[in-house]
């Protein structure tokens, strides 16, 4: 099953209009509409979010800002990654509005079978082309976390970690993420 669009030559008049129990976005003028996700999809979504946020927000190693599904403007395109994250030396401090325009440093997106299609598509692009220099491919019914790393204005798989296993990853790799929480 993949998700197609709902309007071409869109607006965001058009995607404010969408009933609030879908997610929302728009790639190349075009409207997609996903209903929320399922809840393996949100579970590990939830831990993941939790177990960076921990040791790399304040005091941890890098310094980051991550939000859980926050909506993102690169010009006429509007994306909501599942979890977004932000060196603080580029983004000190949340703006007050519904949305941000400034790229994040990283982004998961958690895939699903709807989804994954635009994740690995047109999401990916985007994310390219507005410098995201780090993006992980999160799939909990294959319990898989793929990173990819922004090469030669695309990004491209550096490695996939599997099940059980625990990772060191870019761009969080000071910190060891064992991956079994991610899907209980």
């Known amino acids: 099953m993949t998700t197609k669009p709902l309007k071409k030559g869109a607006t965001y008049d058009d995607l404010v209009r969408v009933p609030e129990h879908y997610v929302a976005e728009m790639f190349d003028g075009e409207l997609y509409a996903s209903p929320r996700p399922a809840v393996p999809h949100a579970r590990a979504a939830t831990k993941l979010a939790a177990k960076l946020d921990d040791p790399f927000d304040f005091d941890g190693p890098g310094g980051?800002?991550?939000?859980?599904?926050p909506e993102l403007h690169f010009g006429n395109d509007v994306?909501?990654?599942?979890?977004?994250?932000?060196?603080?030396?580029?983004?000190?401090?949340?703006?007050?509005?519904?949305?941000?325009?400034?790229?994040?440093?990283?982004?998961?997106?958690?895939?699903?079978?709807?989804?994954?299609?635009?994740?690995?598509?047109?999401?990916l692009r985007i994310y390219a082309r507005e410098g995201v220099a780090h993006a992980w491919l999160l799939d909990p019914l294959r319990q898989t976390v793929e990173v990819l790393v922004?090469?030669?204005?695309?990004?491209?798989?550096?490695?996939?970690?599997h099940g059980d296993a625990s990772m060191r990853a870019r761009p969080f790799?000071?910190?060891?993420?064992?991956?079994?929480?991610?899907?209980?």
């Open 173 to 184: 790799d000071a910190v060891e993420l064992t991956l079994r929480a991610l899907w209980i």
């Open 150 to 161: 922004l090469e030669a204005g695309s990004l491209e798989p550096l490695e996939q970690h």
């Open 64 to 69: 980051w800002i991550f939000l859980v599904e």
């Open 79 to 123: 994306l909501v990654p599942d979890i977004a994250g932000w060196r603080r030396e580029r983004l000190p401090a949340l703006p007050n509005d519904a949305y941000l325009t400034l790229a994040p440093d990283w982004v998961c997106e958690v895939l699903s079978p709807s989804t994954e299609a635009i994740d690995r598509g047109q999401k």
